[in-house]
């Protein structure tokens, strides 16, 4: 038998890997900072044998206590992903799978590859305009799509977490559902509004495999208030992008490590942010939730007591800086627990379709906000 | 050149087609009543060359009025249809069109045959449950899907009129969402409601290339207070189903000849029916509003007065007898005027969307009707 | 449970179908002639139910002796076909089958309707010309494809005898390689030969679920002599469309009840014809014997003597009237028994690889018969 | 505008990108050794602008006479290339290409990535075995999938110089026919043969976006008379499985820079290499120029003398050491002259053409190799 996770976004720590059942693995820390949560791994060479690998510093890792409840993925054709037995003692994370093939891939989340998001451009190509907004540290390519004539400038940018990959599969059924001729909402969005999409914000950790930052060990959800070329060059354009056009909506893409729900963190602590701002954002939420039974507003962070910190977060920087609703959205790496899927639990499929209706959502936004444009 | 009509749905009179410049067509009849409108034929031989088809009876058909506007559809490959230029002077419909090919077909609107109807039963196979409810007058199969293991007891029918097609497409793209299981739609619908489809409620007329009418003549839509074996069996059999199985909510899915838009007929007309489901019926309209731009409540039928006839039609029989939501829905043969596309004009792949649209509205009706179900 | 039969193709007579343990069905004659072998038909309402259905007249069909080793195909989606359990006991073929689902299909072989000829002549629009070489007695197009721009006038006809579904299908396998843009051999052949294709010449047998007669109960495989407006205008118009081009090489695509083989029947036979023609002949097959084991030479029909009766078959009237190669390509309705599949026996996909097979030993016949060309 | 290449096998070299109408680059040499003739990069932000791209160095690249009759190629969707007007004057190569979207890719042949390498294995998974041979020297699995359960030891491997990209097309198109359970020609050979096939030999070279070499800098096909495992344990490797299963076929796949065809070299002029061994080379090339018109035998090396040398190439070790029919396959990076197509020239899609068919010159081999087992 052999492991490996020399791809895209491949990372394992290798301690034992003779015996199936001893393997003996730990979960690799980000390239350049000590997050460390992200796994993806391929193992040959099994065929029929009961596998039990044990995670041993999952107990040491960022988000330690989203291991409780949590089932590992596995594909055989990468392209069919289920959750397989997976036990959490507080201190090892141990995952118990029979391979039925040669060759198998484990994974916390389903991966999402630079070569799928160059192709995911590609596709968009030329129903939609393709800006560079710049390069990442490793000098891979930030790009901006851009759909729609309408007045309103929403923003939606995605994976500034490199390891929340399931937020690049929403950006893709969220743009294939711009890309159907047919669908009367993108049709009647287009007239409302121009849409401007980062998919992936953080193209070298992506590839990288890590977590939470970037090729020199940025959180870029920490760098709104001051990025800088050399340590967040992906922020620094993406904000002067964003300041060039106006931004009347912005959603930021994430996924959570613990909760087991979809939930949406917003900007009503901001000191000075309108009343009427809340209101809007209120009627957001209160549509999605009719729209996707995926949504739901019980669960989700604390109501947390404004600090100055927060403004080096996105959505806060952008709902304070712009005076628009300003969103935070965030998806398990789990399940929803009130629709839960024991074979697949929280995947990219879902996450596309979260995606696709999240779009009701903006053309409502964009109507509420616009009336006498209709 | 030549013209032919001999497949599913084929309908046409040839009176002159030796000069493509010069082609006379007379609309068909239906097979065994006056109806007539529908058309769907194939011109073979004609690459490169200026066609000038008049339809000389237009001004004598069911709803010439419709032809107000109305531009006829052209195909090569049978899969992509667009619109082409189409006159109407008051009573003939002029189509002209230079073949780009070999052999194009025209029709009044996007086809959809028997053969596709069965592939669309068979495909959901085995997710579904099928029903054989009985036979039409010449022995085709009245095939009922159910799926979901809810209370409410929802139904939809199509195609009682069989020339309107797109009301099959509306319901492929329905049954195409129910069966994505990664949909939150779909899968709280499954946990609230049984949906009950039929697909093609008349299948001679469709393959008859019949507009209104089944085998026998009879309009299955005038058919519900006393349907027999004889003239009706198909609406018989659906009627009996129902009312083996109750109804909580009743879609009956239909096309419109004359009106540009996408528009519901209710049953707040019907004496004795409860103020609460007025309430209901218009919760519904009001949510299908929020979901679909091609949907509207502006234009479509004027406000009838109640007549004991009315009862003789699908929605009001049912809305009557079972006491719940029960709505005619009618899509244009033209297009939507609010959301217009000149090259497809409304079409089936839009027609589909607002199937998939529908299944927002039917589980918030769901919700609503059983708050403590959830 | 119901069985129906009123579908394209469909054909089955049914003399008791109330016990799924017993039913009793009756295989129909051809519409107007008294061949009968093919059947196809629907069985509704049997998820989970042992079926045993009786064909009770199988002793009494046009080729009884093809009943022995014989296996009846099923299918739940219409696009995956399977062989079931049957036996044959010289008078009744027992079909025993338990069917996982609500609806399934039992037919003589893979079907292949009238709708999808249809899309077949249209997918290959425009790469391709379209002739209308005549209409069949119900009105039915009798379609030509042409192709390629070489001197070589190469015909290849199917389906003369319209149960024999898997020629359709040899077709359709045929013109996908030639819609391959990628392909050198039909990129070579396109410049040295001008394809003929005529996919369907039965089209009204076919859709009326005949074996081997059309609607007017001719056998056009013995028309060829003397063809007629009245009684096989399908052969009239084939045959000077193929005197208007003249003819280098023909196939004619078959299947045969009995042998459980791919083989092919020749001209040597015919008094005068030119022992060049034998050796090109024999060239032919020695080339299609190298490239498809699915083809063999062993077994076949027995070399009959010529008999003026012959030149009314399509392949002996072709290679004495025009002096070329000219073949009847015989595919089994059970399987090739050199290379046995149990699963699915002979198939229509089976069927689409020896079509696409086909074109190597055209393009070798080509490259033989025009050296000085290439 | 902005030039980018950091992505799977991009490579380019940027001297000046801020006019369109000159842009000067200069192509890569190999990450460790000083071949150079690859390139691959995007280019962003020139929709409608006329690009002339110049690359300087080309005059002293690796192959400069193979820049006389070669066109660029280019791509918007990342699927579909195209070939774009480029001119060669000895020593700059110059591209000129007005883009119609805001994003084209430019390379010297289609890329194939190491992520569409992952899919290729695993979507073999499950119907072939796959094994790990070892580890490049960048930690990349060097996989071998097994096929077949026949005597006959057939070993196919391809891309040990990895800008030959072309040749893991050719091994997906041949891997395409394997999984084909409808193909007679698969389906023989299963019964023959085993297949070994290494689709990538050399996947740190391809990575990288190497013409000729590994990491560590080396030609792998100058390493089998003594592979090392810090120089090319990717050789080793494989040639220890060799040697563990015997051969008794070989093909090597390969590109030519310079030559416009497809041709062979084998191994006639090894001392001892048998006359039967010759003979049988002799009847496989004869018999793969009868299946593809994309093969010859005009053009190709001239004949060499043997040289001790010549046994640190794959084929001639393998012929020399197994005494089996042994070949390196060449495809040209332009076009194949004898059937040029002016758009694409040679291909992804003839390459897997070309795969496809050399899978019946492999099975007329294993024929007559045994014939007393068929
Ligand atoms: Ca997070
Ligand atoms: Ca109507
Ligand atoms: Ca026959
Ligand atoms: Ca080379």
Same mark, same amino acid.
């Given at each position: ?14 301690? $034992? ?9 730990n ?12 796994? /993806?791994?391929?193992v040959?060479?099994?065929?029929g044998? $009961?596998?039990? &690998? ?6 040491d890792?960022?988000?330690?206590? =989203?291991?409780?409840?949590y089932?590992?993925? $596995?594909s ?17 994370l ?14 916390? !989340?389903e991966?999402?590859?630079w070569?799928? /998001?160059?192709?995911l451009?590609? #596709? ?5 305009r ?17 759909? =729609?004539?309408?007045?309103? #400038? ?8 490199p390891? %929340?990959?399931?937020? %690049?599969?929403?950006? %893709? ?16 969005l ?15 950790g $992506? ?5 939470r930052?970037n ?9 709104w ?6 340590r ?7 904000? #002067? ?20 729900y979809v !939930?949406v963190?917003?900007?009503? &602590?901001?000191?000075?942010?309108a ?20 949504? #739901? ?5 604390a ?12 959505s ?12 935070t ?6 399940d ?13 499929a ?14 409502a ?6 009336p %006498?444009?209709?």
């Open positions: 038998m052999h492991i490996s996770s020399q791809f895209d976004s491949g990372a394992i720590e290798i301690l $034992a890997a003779a015996d199936p059942a001893d393997i003996r693995l979960i690799r820390s980000d390239s350049a900072a000590e997050f460390r949560q992200w796994f /993806h791994f391929r040959s060479g099994v065929a044998q $009961a596998l039990v &690998m044990r995670l041993l510093n999952a107990g890792c960022t988000y330690s206590d =989203g291991w409780h409840g089932q590992a993925i $596995a055989y054709d990468r392209r069919h992903w289920f959750r397989v037995p997976t036990a959490y003692d507080g201190k090892v141990t995952i118990s799978h029979t391979a039925e093939c040669d060759s198998v891939y484990y994974a916390y !989340f991966p999402y590859s070569e799928r /998001h160059l192709d451009i590609a #596709q968009a190509v030329p129903e939609m393709v800006m560079h907004l710049g390069s990442s540290l490793q000098g891979r390519d930030i790009d901006k799509l851009s759909w =729609g004539s309408g007045a309103q #400038q929403v923003w939606i940018i995605a994976r500034q977490h390891g %929340e990959s399931m937020t %690049e599969w929403l950006v %893709e059924g969220l743009i294939e559902r711009l890309l159907d001729p047919a669908d009367p909402v993108t049709r009647k287009a007239q409302l509004a121009t849409l401007h999409i980062v998919p992936n914000m953080n193209p070298d $992506a590839a990288l495999g890590n977590l930052s090729a020199a060990g940025a959180n870029l959800n920490r760098e208030m001051a990025p800088s070329l050399e967040s060059p992906e922020v620094l354009h993406a904000r #002067q992008a964003m300041h060039d056009s106006g931004v009347d909506l912005f959603l930021d893409i994430h996924g959570d490590e613990t909760i087991p !939930f963190d917003g900007c009503e &602590m901001i000191p000075g942010y009343a009427s701002l809340v209101a809007q954002q209120e009627a957001f939420l209160a549509r999605l939730l009719q729209i996707s039974p995926d949504f #739901q507003r019980e669960h989700g962070y109501p947390d007591r404004f600090s100055d910190e927060m403004l080096t977060l996105a806060k920087y952008v709902g304070h800086a712009f005076g628009c609703v300003s969103l959205l965030e998806m398990p790496f789990k929803n627990a009130n629709l839960p899927d024991p074979e697949h639990g929280w995947s990219a879902r996450s596309k379709r979260l995606g696709a209706a999240l779009l009701e959502a903006v053309l936004h964009c109507i509420d906000s616009k %006498e444009t209709i």
